[in-house]
């Protein structure tokens, strides 16, 4: 009996504790986490790690729908199994989100990303190489877009200031000018702090 009213007491305090923007309210996040990132259009491609961090602004449009922006630090890439070669690319993208709350504290979210290379880099058997002479050590080209759109889309769960987000970001354009065509594919997972507006 102990148990069961110790139980209700714990599921009482988790709905009635206020999570998510209400309509009209605004609030921004701090955020941090990791990326599981590859490319599509390469069957030797495999998922490499890399950090993922920055500020998240929502606006509660109604009780059960938020618009986000945000600006995040993203470290994206691949790595290419039969030659032992990393890319090593560092964006920063801006999320555009819709989310939906079909119940207190958990988000469907969806939108559009732009994102902005702000460096790369890469490594063949561990070792950093002028990314430059890639096409000459690889065959691959070394020209590479500096702009890139995505559709994120996931979850998120908020309990009282803190929001587990998962989400899975789609490339829609070629990251490499010449060859085979390579999109973002790169999931994400971050841990964030809300702070009212």
Not at 157 to 183: A, H, Q, S
């Amino acid at each position: 009996m102990k148990k069961i009213l110790m139980l209700s007491v714990m599921l009482l305090a988790v709905l009635t504790t206020k999570a998510q923007n209400e309509e009209g309210e605004c609030s921004w996040m701090v955020k941090a986490g990791v990326n599981l990132a590859t490319v599509t259009g390469s069957s030797d491609s495999k998922m490499i790690p890399g950090f993922a961090g920055g500020f998240e602004l929502e606006y509660g449009l109604t009780d059960q729908v938020g618009l986000s922006a945000a600006v995040i630090a993203s470290m994206q890439g691949e790595k290419e199994k039969d030659i032992d070669l990393e890319l090593l690319f560092n964006y920063v993208n801006v999320p555009l989100l819709v989310q939906f709350y079909p119940v207190k504290g958990l988000a469907i979210k969806a939108g559009a990303q732009l994102g902005f290379m702000m460096g790369k880099k890469a490594k063949i058997d561990g070792q950093k190489i002028d990314i430059d002479n890639l096409e000459a050590l690889t065959g691959m080209s070394s020209e590479f877009r500096k702009f890139d759109l995505a559709i994120p889309m996931g979850l998120s769960y908020e309990w009282k200031k803190f929001v587990l987000d998962v989400r899975y970001n789609m490339g829609l354009i070629p990251i490499n000018k010449e060859g085979d065509k390579l999109r973002n594919s790169v999931v994400q997972m971050t841990l964030g702090y809300k702070f009212p507006f």
